[in-house]
């Protein structure tokens, strides 16, 4: 089925530890987005990719790194995890030049608690 | 920067009832995108309907429609003869289709459809 998969569903790390969350899609769109969801905030941007080859910071983008692999894919990096960053990860692509355009496409999330 | 208000945290209603939900935007733009989206307890963001700024007419979706007032910057979302699995949380997003298209994302509010 095409679309945005994510790995992994749910994550525990412990304060300090490191994890890649991955991200591909096959909808052969340009952009890809990474958000954080936290209660009572909506979604916030952390990092996206307008296109293959670059990447940009969001609204909130301390503690996180991103690589843009390919087009496909688009991962997030947390080097050192933090007690803040307990929250739900979504990965989201989305291509306004594609015809009839719907919006983004997002991924099923991640669970990810610091303990 | 452009931002998104929900002023609703909550909302209940009774099966079959009509709801409206409420959004409010602030931007300088005059071209843009609205979207709401649908997140049921399975965490999946499911889209609902779309709007773009330039089409006066309000955008609907079988039971769901928008009442678009784009001088007062108001997108609100009617349910029409609300279904138990309507329960969710809503967020109401904007996004600026110059750049980036990143998508801006209200608070969300928890819809509870009551049998």
């Known amino acids: 089925n095409a679309g945005v998969t994510q790995t992994p569903k749910f994550q525990v790390l412990k304060t300090g530890q490191s994890m890649t969350l991955q991200c591909a899609q096959d909808m052969n769109h340009n952009s890809m987005y990474w958000y954080r969801q936290d209660p009572g905030m909506g979604l916030r941007l952390i990092y996206y990719?307008?296109?293959?080859?670059?990447?940009d910071k969001g609204e909130v983008p301390n503690g996180y790194n991103v690589s843009r692999l390919n087009k496909r894919e688009f991962s997030l990096r947390l080097e050192s995890a933090a007690p803040s960053q307990t929250s739900v990860y979504f990965c989201?692509?989305?291509?306004?030049?594609?015809?009839?355009?719907?919006?983004?496409?997002f991924g099923s999330g991640t669970r990810l608690t610091v303990v | 920067a452009q931002t998104v208000t929900q002023s609703q945290p909550e909302m209940s209603v009774q099966e079959a009832e009509t709801v409206t939900l409420s959004c409010t935007y602030d931007?300088?733009?005059?071209?843009?995108?609205l979207f709401w989206y649908k997140q049921p307890p399975s965490r999946q963001m499911i889209l609902v309907i779309r709007q773009e700024a330039y089409k006066q007419q309000n955008a609907t979706e079988n039971r769901f429609s928008v009442n678009f007032q784009k001088a007062a910057k108001s997108f609100s979302l009617k349910i029409s003869d609300s279904q138990l699995g309507d329960t969710a949380m809503y967020f109401c997003a904007f996004m600026n289709p110059q750049g980036a298209q990143k998508l801006v994302f209200g608070q969300g509010t928890r819809l509870t459809i009551n049998p």
């Open positions: 931007t300088s733009e005059s071209n843009y995108y």
């Open positions: 990719s307008a296109s293959e080859g670059t990447t």
């Open positions: 989201a692509s989305s291509d306004l030049g594609q015809p009839d355009y719907y919006g983004y496409t």
